[in-house]
Nanobody, 126 residues
Framework: EVQLVESGGGFVQTGGSLRLSCTSSALAFDDYGIAWFRQAPGKDREAISCMSSRIGKPVYADSVKGRFTISTDIAKNTVYLQMHNLKPEDTGVYYC???????????????????WGQGTQVTVSS
């Protein structure tokens, strides 16, 4: 069974930083696009960022550009999301997900992803 496991969530004050990690023991990240989503209570799941060794340059939602950075450590089969200058509106459950590289252009659509993690909570206080 393929599992994605997120970690690194927590509680921070406005302006703080967190680094989330996503790893899998069964899925080779080098063969997939890996994305981060978040979901706030009562809201739809929002695509934040995606990267793949096949496309080179990561992509970001406008809401996090300049504050969040996605990166990967292929040797550890881990994708990170470094978050700086956090705001209360960044609060939510953060998920990593994997999609086929053939549909990377559709990375903002949750329905096309093959695998999801269980999520990690990020809470930013005002």
């Amino acid at each position: 069974e393929v599992q994605l496991v997120e970690s690194g969530g927590g509680f921070v004050q406005t302006g703080g930083s967190l680094r989330l990690s996503c790893t899998s023991s069964a899925l080779a990240f080098d063969d997939y696009g890996i994305a981060w989503f978040r979901q706030a209570p009562g809201k739809d799941r929002e695509a934040i960022s995606c990267m793949s060794s096949r496309i080179g340059k990561p992509v970001y939602a406008d809401s996090v550009k300049g504050r969040f950075t996605i990166s990967t450590d292929i040797a550890k089969n881990t994708v990170y999301l470094q978050m700086h200058n956090l705001k209360p509106e960044d609060t939510g459950v953060y998920y990593c997900a994997a999609l086929p590289v053939s549909v990377l252009s559709l990375w903002m659509m949750p329905s096309i992803y093959d695998y999801w993690g269980q999520g990690t909570q990020v809470t930013v206080s005002s």
